[in-house]
């Protein structure tokens, strides 16, 4: 394979709401256009991805289309000087992967803003284990850390607690000092969320127990929540005075079915975490923790390692709810 082909994943329409997958050679030349020319070493597979990759509704509308919302490598070439040639760099978010070529494949091409430097402290590697799940668990964290929530101030609640935002929070929480109680639909993962970090795992139905009331016992004085719907909706009526819950998902559902009494009476903040647009600063804060005092400790454990050909079964899987952690995908393996 010469410099100017590569091998990428390519998702094509074949008819109405008909999709299918191929792993082909492209063509440099083809890519959209940029400043920021990328060889990408890993990326990795988040919610969306699986979306983008069966055409599923809200994440890509012009197909045929290479999915991968994470892509981390080296610059190829640089024509706006931001860059230099060789220099490692993550690119996550923005329209990387929706509707421009992204991470499923050995280049991208992309503007040189959407681009940040590796941080010290990282590998390539590590970034993408890490991925647009732990920087969105990160910045959850980062947000509700900055809205006055210490680790003294009491238990953090994590939903979807196995899943790639999910397990990057526990790890990220724990090592912070914070002490975390982990929500799983999975009994047979408990010990996983210990080994990450989780003080204490309760199941779904343990956390939904009482949640047809208006308002539950205090409880948490943080809340990471990934699921949405009635599991966000009990969160916050279990939340303490003063508390901050964080959404950023909606596996469970879009819907939030909930009064405004946790608000008005308990003074409870909700904070929304979007990634995709996330502004500069917060971004480059986020990755310095991430790589730095927030590293989290247990990255191999939370890693399934595949390469383009592997990704059908952890594809099916994310969507079905049923995966635990982080799917990193080699490009260069
Ligand atoms: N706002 C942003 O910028 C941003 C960025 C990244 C991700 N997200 C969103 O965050 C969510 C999680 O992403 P992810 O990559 O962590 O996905 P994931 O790896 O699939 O994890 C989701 C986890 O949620 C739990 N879950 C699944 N279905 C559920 C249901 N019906 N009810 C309750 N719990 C359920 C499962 O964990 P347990 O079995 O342990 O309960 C599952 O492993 C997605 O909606 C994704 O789109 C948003």
Not at 2 to 20: G, H
Not at 237 to 265: E, H, M, Q, W
Not at 280 to 305: F, I, S
Request: with cysteine.
């Amino acid at each position: 394979m010469s410099e100017s082909s590569f091998t990428a994943m390519v998702v094509t329409e074949t008819a109405p709401k008909s999709f299918n997958r191929a792993i082909v050679t492209r063509s440099v030349a083809d890519l959209p256009p940029g400043e920021l020319l990328i060889k990408v070493h890993y990326s990795s597979l988040n919610f969306k991805d699986a979306l983008s990759a069966c055409g599923k509704p809200g994440v890509t509308k012009n197909y045929p289309h290479t999915p991968g919302i994470d892509a981390a490598g080296e610059v190829a070439s640089c024509s706006d000087g931001r860059f230099k040639v060789g220099e490692k760099v993550i690119v996550t978010g923005y329209d990387l992967g929706m509707n421009t070529a992204g991470g499923y494949g050995q280049y991208i091409r992309v503007p040189s803003a959407w681009a940040v430097p590796l941080p010290k402290g990282l590998s390539l590697k590590e970034s993408m284990i890490i991925g647009t799940a732990g920087f969105t668990a990160g910045l959850s964290v980062y947000k509700m850390q900055n809205n006055g929530v210490q680790p003294d101030d009491g238990d953090i609640l994590v939903t979807g607690a196995t899943g790639g935002v999910g397990s990057i929070a526990v790890d990220v929480l724990a090592r912070a000092g914070y002490k975390v109680v982990a929500v799983t639909g999975k009994t047979a993962e408990h010990d996983y969320l210990k080994q990450l970090g989780a003080a204490e795992v309760i199941d779904r139905e343990t956390m939904m127990n009482g949640s047809d009331r208006p308002m539950m016992k205090e409880r948490w004085a943080g809340v990471i929540d990934v699921v949405g719907g009635d599991m966000l909706a009990a969160a916050l009526k279990s939340t303490r005075y003063g508390g901050t819950a964080t959404c950023c998902g909606l596996v469970g559902s879009p819907d939030l079915p909930v009064n405004v009494f946790p608000f008005i009476l308990r003074g409870v903040s909700l904070l929304g975490i979007d990634s995709v647009q996330c502004p500069v600063e917060p971004r480059l804060k986020v990755w310095e923790k991430l790589a730095g005092d927030w590293k989290p400790q247990h990255l191999e454990a939370t890693v399934n390692e595949v390469t383009l050909n592997g990704l059908e079964q952890p594809i099916a899987d994310i969507l079905a709810g049923k995966s635990r952690g982080r799917t990193l995908v080699n490009l260069q393996g």
